[in-house]
Nanobody, 121 residues
Framework: QVQLVESGGGLVQPGGSLRLSCAAS????????MGWYRQAPGKQRELVAV???????NYADSVKGRFTISRDNAKNTVSLQMNSLKPEDTAVYYC???????????????WGQGTQVTVSS
């Protein structure tokens, strides 16, 4: 059984910063890409940022230059540093991990429970 546990959400004023963290636990054979998605009310879930096991990153255009994704492969953790936050960043943020449980098994996507980020004055 694999669990992804997120932390770090909350309420912040426009222009402020927050740092989200996600830790994967369980019997994990190999971890591939890890990332963050978000879903605002009435909208579809969208990719925010993703990082490969080798450290290559990709960001949504709306967060480039403001958000930074990082990971610790030894600890199976991924973080999202969010700066210069805007009201339109308000959403539930979900951690995602693409991982394999055993050798020879194709990787699957796993999701955290989500953490609320609200940007408001």
């Amino acid at each position: 059984q694999v669990q992804l546990v997120e932390s770090g959400g909350g309420l912040v004023q426009p222009g402020g910063s927050l740092r989200l963290s996600c830790a994967a636990s369980g019997s994990i054979f190999s971890m591939y890409a890890m990332g963050w998605y978000r879903q605002a009310p009435g909208k579809q879930r969208e990719l925010v940022a993703v990082i490969s096991s080798g450290g290559n990153t990709n960001y949504a255009d709306s967060v480039k230059g403001r958000f930074t994704i990082s990971r610790d492969n030894a600890k199976n953790t991924v973080s999202l540093q969010m700066n210069s936050l805007k009201p339109e960043d308000t959403a539930v943020y979900y951690c995602n991990a693409n991982l394999a449980l055993t050798i020879g098994r194709l990787p699957d996507d796993y999701w955290g429970q989500g953490t609320q980020v609200t940007v408001s004055s």
